[in-house]
């Protein structure tokens, strides 16, 4: 907590201002000034730098087949590619509704807009996923 | 950005692999000079199906398949098992 959001509440403590003219300061307060903006903006066009999706298995300690993959996919290919689900025939739709319903995923594909897509492929960022068993399996962003 | 080259590479067991710099541009060529013979056929296409059918949703094939396209550079795929190999390099 800063210093000038603790002063109003002990402000509003020691009753020199009332819970309305409290709330006001505190929302007067509440921006979060330019050094937090930013340090802000710093960390966002780090998250926003990153240009591909890689996957990479490589062969475990256990692995009999020794097998090796490394992709790299653009993030801006992945965008363009997704927008060719809207040529998606309607009956091609109720293929893939009860393939996934038969793995146990209850998804409606026909609700699922070019909005949501975005918003998956935005956050595919923050995802690093490393599985180790046979295979050592890495999925993440750079 | 579009890929002007494409690396090609193949290994397979027993066999002596190969190893091939493509100057993929000349396929966009090619393909930029078929969907131009294409273009009128696809407006008719997009006309006919307006009512019923993908109709003008035809019409967005040529940007999405241009964004597509030139979104390509830096795709790589590396896929390798014991003495098998193959990757595929969009430069």
Known sequence: MNEERRKILDMLSQGKITADEAEKLLDAVGDPGPAAKAEAGADTAVRRSWKYLRIQVEPGPNSEEDERVNIRVPFKLIRAGLKFAAFIPREAHDKVNKAFREKGMDIDLARITPQDLEEIVSNLDDMTIEVDGKDKVRIFCE | ?91
């Open chain 2, 1 to 91: 950005m579009l890929p002007l080259l494409v690396r090609f590479k193949v290994k397979e067991p027993g066999r002596r692999g190969f190893g091939l710099w493509f100057p993929v541009i000349l396929v966009w060529i090619i393909l930029a000079a078929l969907m131009l013979v294409l273009l009128p056929f696809v407006l008719l296409a997009a006309l006919i199906t307006i009512w019923r059918g993908p109709g003008l949703k035809l019409l967005l094939v040529y940007p999405l398949l241009a964004a597509v396209l030139w979104n390509l550079g830096g795709l790589t795929i590396d896929v390798g098992q014991k003495e098998k190999a193959l990757l595929i390099d969009f430069i």
